[in-house]
């Protein structure tokens, strides 16, 4: 028999849009992380869904893969989405366990026999969600993986750099729609391969938002405070210093239909707005020609920008298509600072201490073209200046500043690379009809 989910009456989703009445907590790496996300799941009395690139059953993560469990072994509807790239399958052992709870879980678009040679395959599921029972939401840019295993970088002798939100209120009602609607569709398109036909076609029905908006949110505001218990977002651990209550804030998706540009939209207005500072955090920094130009224009009329990004070397074509544009940027007197202490897989970013925003989104071409990503976007100041401060101590303590001399100045061949780097990064776009 279906189980029946806290969203069987779904409203359409209101992206982009900002509203008011968020409670929003920063959590910094999975130390921060998993914690917040297991006391949510143990609290669970319906529904669990969760979306991820990255699920390693090892380590600290695998209180995530235990809370799963566990939760649906009380008869809480589970669904756990995972990407085929980033996690090609799950452990034989963790199988059985899913299985034998009544976890429901799916692989999006396992590679098969040609792997990444089909440029159709280059469209990954790249975003991080959580949502328990409607009522609590999380969203950021990291994934279920121990803060010191890196899949490129192997063991890392400091923790990872990464965030995510903990979110309250009615955004948390969009999250949950386009889990539903993407966990619909991946069960629709499967039941065809199966042909079956009425079964897929159920499946779709299921998959459209429908049902009275503000009814649904006065359902779910009730049921926020009875799990929460009041109005603070942060539980009984008292006053987080990177919280906030009552916030505006909206969710800013991208998908391959009718959310294309809508993240890197939001990033262009609020740096062709910045006046004082622009901070941005993010670990795979490409960005295309109108984020560049929207930063060199910031940059000409005295703001100052400031970019902390990724340090280590992970592999060929980000490291390297990555080094022209960076001598592009601080040319133009951008500052770019190297995360030293570990790896950094953050994506978030600060504008005059007004605007941020926390999520899956790097500033560059697999995640603005091609992957299904999802970002928070506040423009409550409170936030904005502790998540700034908060770089500001990074910045100063945790990076180091990229040169224009040394950077000019490196041997001719390691230049040629960059380039070749870059020049294929742009052709391989091209091939999937993108200019970048």
Known sequence: MKAKTLTSRRSRAVHGVLRGGHQLLLLQGGAEFFPAMVEAMDAACRVVHLETYIFEFAGSALSVAEALERAAQRGV???????????????????????????????????????????????????????????????????????????????????????????????????????????????????????????????????????????LLQKLETDRTSVQGGDSAFGDSGAAPLGVDSARATLLLRDNVSHRHDIERAYLKAIGAAR???????????????????????????????????????????YRAARPVYQHLVNAGIEIHEYAPSALHAKVAVVDERWSTVGSTNLDPLSLLLAREANVMTTDQRFASLLRSHLDGLVQNAGDMVDVQALSSRHWTQRVLDRVAFGIMRATLFVTGHRY
Request: proline letters at 4%.
């Open 77 to 215: 509807v589970v669904r756990l989405v995972i990407d085929g790239v980033g996690t090609p399958s799950i452990p034989q052992a963790w199988r059985d366990r899913f299985d034998a709870a009544g976890v429901h879980w799916h692989i999006y678009a396992p590679l098969g026999r040609f792997g990444l040679l089909l440029p159709s395959r280059w469209r990954r599921l790249h975003r991080k969600l959580c949502v328990v029972d409607g009522t609590v939401g999380f969203c950021g840019g990291i994934n279920i993986i121990d803060d010191q295993d890196d899949v490129a970088l192997g063991k890392l002798d400091a923790p990872r750099l990464d965030f995510s939100l903990r979110v309250a209120g009615p955004l948390v009602n969009d999250m949950t729609e386009t889990m539903e609607q993407l966990w619909w569709r991946l069960q629709a398109a499967r039941k065809v391969r199966r042909r079956e036909f009425k079964a897929a076609w159920e499946a779709l029905r299921e998959s459209r938002p429908v049902g009275d908006f503000s009814n």
């Open 276 to 318: 004082r500072e622009i901070v941005i955090a993010n670990a795979y920094f490409i960005p295309g020609r109108k984020l560049r130009r929207a930063l060199i224009m910031a940059a000409a009329r005295g703001v100052r920008v400031r970019l902390l990004s990724q340090g280590k070397y992970e592999n060929f074509f980000q």
